[in-house]
């Protein structure tokens, strides 16, 4: 009988406090939702007095929320999100006859599971609207648990709570150097190889938890420079400031005949690649119909890209042994 007064509780009221907390001030929320200040105020305290608990600290200049308040928002924003893409469904779904499923990819997957995704619109099973969102793995698990996208490729080093998650294949990192470097010709290389080499990873995402205690065990000499983007990695490498590391789904779209992509062993490290969802009943058919087929398409495109990256290696060895021969 206790929790029957939430039950008064209505989704305007909810969606003023997520804005509320996003702005930050109640004077721009009041704006943004288009009522008065006082109005929005007195939505915030009725629902406290329903809750029985303080939502948010008021000052002068900011608001904070409470421990009561941090959670309630978590579950605020699932609904608040939620509600939004059923509308979204609802529109779509009557007005043009189509599914609508959001999609979270990391970028350095999205070729592969934009591949994929293309083949299951034109196998004509559904007909559906795809919206695409491309962020790093904390990001996109994130916006998963809060109900803004209905699944995420990501990538992770230790499993994910509150998610499920298929365990697509595994991503090892990789060296990127020049190729005139001395490494460059073993085809392949191993930390201790790389030395007191200053190294240039990625400063977020994954690159921290992988590269950290490889680097540490080995006894790394000067501290790596740590970029936001592949595209500065390469330059770095390039000019011979540094040698790139990174896992090896950034490689797979690198071109540079100046630059050569050495597998990283004793030990290799790897990150995993998982297909991660909300548990429970899915938003709609669609959903579950794409996330069974990625399941089944994303580890064989992994397998035969691998197998192609073999042959290239391959390829690349004996006409590099041919042109040393020459010589």
């Known amino acids: 009988m206790a929790a029957l007064p939430l039950r008064a509780l209505t989704l305007r009221q909810l969606q003023f406090f997520s804005v509320l907390v996003e702005e930050g001030q109640f004077g721009r929320a009041a704006r943004r939702l288009a009522i008065t200040q006082p109005a929005l ?17 008021r000052s002068t200049h900011r608001l904070e929320l409470t421990p009561v308040g941090a959670e309630v928002l978590a579950r605020t924003d699932f609904l608040v999100n939620t509600f939004e893409v059923a509308l979204r469904d609802i529109e779509s779904t009557v007005q043009r006859g189509r599914a609508f499923v959001r999609i979270g990819v990391i970028p350095s997957a999205a070729a592969r ?14 007909d559906v609207e795809l919206a695409w969102r491309d962020a790093p793995s904390n990001t996109l698990l994130a916006e998963l648990r809060s109900g803004q996208i209905d699944m995420a490729v990501a990538a992770i080093t230790e499993p994910p709570g509150g998610l499920a998650c298929i365990d697509l294949f595994r991503d090892p990192l990789v060296l990127v150097v020049r190729r005139d470097h001395a490494l460059a010709a073993a085809g392949d290389a191993s930390w201790e190889a790389i030395g007191k080499e200053r190294l240039v990873l990625f400063e977020s995402g994954s690159m921290p938890a992988l590269g950290n205690p490889a680097r540490a065990q080995f006894a790394q000499g000067a501290e790596p420079y740590r970029v936001s983007y592949s595209e ?12 790139g590391l990174m896992p090896r789904l950034y490689t797979s779209s690198l071109r540079d005949p100046e630059l050569v992509v050495l ?7 790897e990150r ?14 669609v959903a579950q119909e794409l996330i069974a087929f990625l399941r089944e398409k994303l580890p064989r495109a992994r397998e035969a890209s691998e ?6 290696a391959k390829v690349r060895r004996v006409s590099s042994k041919g042109t040393r021969a020459r010589r």
């Open 307 to 312: 197998a192609g990256e073999i042959g290239e």
């Open 113 to 126: 599971v934009a591949a994929a995704a293309g083949e299951f619109l034109g196998s004509g099973r559904r």
């Open 263 to 269: 597998p990283l062993l004793k030990p290799r490290v």
């Open 232 to 243: 500065t990695l390469y330059a770095l490498v390039r000019s011979g400031q540094a040698l």
């Open 41 to 57: 105020s007195n939505a915030i305290k009725q629902m406290e007095k329903l809750l029985g608990a303080e939502l948010l600290t």
């Open 272 to 285: 995993r690649v998982v297909l991660a969802y909300l548990p429970g009943p899915m938003r709609n058919v």
